[in-house]
């Protein structure tokens, strides 16, 4: 089974460029998570998908991020401008759940590095 | 605050020895998961206990729960090289799942 796929690996940019990057969940995964993590702490939670739908943005800086999921499988962040702040690793997730349900086991990609100069 | 709070942040300890994290949480919650993040990569999950239970095992791992105490314990038995990662628990509720920071374990050959 393949597993969550996100693209580019590592990014570069200077501030006030804008970036996107790119996640492929689980094939049949329903939710998808978008996760940022800044060096040394834990993964917040910046976007949840069910299907093509919007769970909880409620972390996510809407001035300068957006994300989208056609279709209601793979999903795209997107910062602009970008800020020196935004230097970290977005990690995309994806989990069987759907439905209101109790949040069950979650797929993690490679996640994105993303640096901001 | 809503995220649960490792103890140990780091933790170093010598091949074959046992590895022992806490997580402890202030919020209700409908279980409570352990995952695994090795250098530059993803997370990857470990366990899932849910709150009617007290304990879950799998190989050298040994979850438990107290909801009484909101805490929760990581348990790594005779600990290899290779456990050397970050540990993080993640408080599980309706549709949400929120990240601790972690524990850094360094196992020494």
């Known amino acids: 089974e393949a597993g969550v796929a996100q693209s580019p690996r590592y990014k570069i940019i200077e501030k006030r460029q804008s970036v996107a990057f790119w996640c492929n969940p689980i094939?049949?995964?329903?939710?998808l998570y978008w996760y940022q993590q800044i060096l040394g702490q834990g993964p917040k939670l910046l976007i949840q998908?069910?299907?093509?739908?919007?769970?909880?943005d409620s972390q996510l800086p809407k001035d300068r991020f957006s994300a989208e999921r056609l279709k209601g499988v793979d999903s795209t962040l997107k910062i602009q401008p970008a800020k020196l702040e935004d230097s970290a690793v977005y990690l995309c997730?994806?989990?069987?759940?759907?439905?209101?349900?109790?949040?069950?086991?979650?797929?993690f990609g490679e996640g994105s590095r993303l640096t901001v100069l | 605050s809503q995220q649960g709070e490792e103890d140990p942040q780091a933790l170093s300890i010598q091949e074959g020895e046992n590895a022992t994290m806490n997580c402890s949480y202030k919020?209700?919650?409908?279980?409570l998961q352990w995952y695994r993040q090795n250098s530059g990569r993803g997370l990857v999950h470990l366990i899932l206990?849910?709150?009617?239970?007290r304990e879950k095992h799998s190989g050298r791992l040994r979850v438990t729960l107290d909801t009484s105490k909101k805490s929760s314990s990581l348990l790594i038995t005779a600990s290899r090289a290779a456990d050397t990662a970050s540990y993080f628990c993640?408080?599980?509720?309706?549709?949400?799942?929120?990240f601790g920071a972690g524990t850094r374990l360094a196992v020494h050959p």
């Open positions: 997730a994806s989990s069987l759940s759907s439905g209101r349900t109790n949040t069950g086991e979650l797929f």
């Open positions: 094939s049949g995964h329903a939710t």
């Open positions: 998908f069910q299907n093509n739908g919007v769970v909880d």
């Open positions: 919020t209700s919650i409908n279980n």
């Open positions: 206990i849910r709150s009617n239970e």
């Open positions: 993640a408080l599980g509720g309706y549709n949400k799942l929120i």
